[in-house]
């Protein structure tokens, strides 16, 4: 499973790079407005930014919501940096724009994705990946690991080449868990990434090992 991490900020995202497990970002406008990044040009430095510190996908969400919107804006990111990932949302024009990026080989990110069905209609329009929302579906008392299980499975089953992207992640354990039922990627917060490293055992083991080492 490819390790994403779901930020805009670029200490976060170069101190997950220096770990050296960093694969690719996510960003999206919520966490660009977080960084107080206003205006056009700021946006588009922005992203550049992220490039230059990682050697992988990073996606940028497209503001607009109509298809000639999308597939403008969206044309304008990807030509920021070949690693660019055009994020798309979930809606009909949403579906349009996707399969417009698939015709002419721009890489997309089908964005607030909280059912099967609507992951198979990215599937279909030939998205690269899919972001299903399971932090959020966990909020609202459904199980967002076994809806990232049953994308997997039906993707399977199906042969659909879209990467399975699991999003909205909010805990160490999430990872696990989407890392079980075969997710392609999960995109995570840094708190979440360097909390798989946290064992109590581990702590004491290494104490220990320290106090005895005095005695060599
Ligand atoms: C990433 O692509 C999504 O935009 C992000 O994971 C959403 O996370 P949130 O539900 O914590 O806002």
């Not at 959020?136 to 076994?146: M, P, Q």
């Not at 080449?161 to 075969?182: D, N």
């Not at 990434?193 to 004491?204: A, E, F, Q, R, S």
Request: proline letters at 3%; a negative charge.
């Amino acid at each position: 499973m490819k390790f994403f991490i779901d930020t805009a900020n670029l200490a976060q995202i170069q101190e997950a790079h220096d770990l050296g497990i960093l694969d690719g970002v996510t960003t999206n406008p919520s966490l660009m407005a977080k960084e107080g990044i206003k205006g056009q040009d700021a946006i588009m430095k922005h992203y550049k930014d992220i490039c230059a510190i990682v050697d992988g996908p990073v996606s940028a969400e497209v503001i607009a919501t109509d298809f000639k919107g999308m597939v403008a804006e969206g044309e304008k990111l990807a030509a920021l940096h070949d690693n660019i990932v055009v994020k798309i949302p979930m809606i009909k024009e949403g579906i349009k724009a996707i399969k417009y990026f698939s015709d002419n080989e721009i890489q997309t990110n089908c964005t607030l994705v909280f059912s099967a069905g609507q992951a198979i209609m990215a599937a279909k329009a030939g998205a690269t990946m899919v972001s299903p929302f399971i932090g959020r579906i966990d909020d609202a008392t459904w199980d967002g690991v076994a809806l990232i299980k049953q994308i997997v499975d039906l993707y399977n089953t199906q042969g659909y080449m879209t990467e399975v992207l699991a999003a909205s992640i909010r805990t160490p354990l999430h990872i696990v868990q989407c890392a079980e039922v075969g997710a392609d990627i999960c995109t995570c917060p840094l708190s979440s990434i360097v909390g798989l490293l946290n064992h109590p055992l581990t702590d004491i083991g290494l104490a220990k090992f320290l106090e005895d080492a005095k005695s060599l």
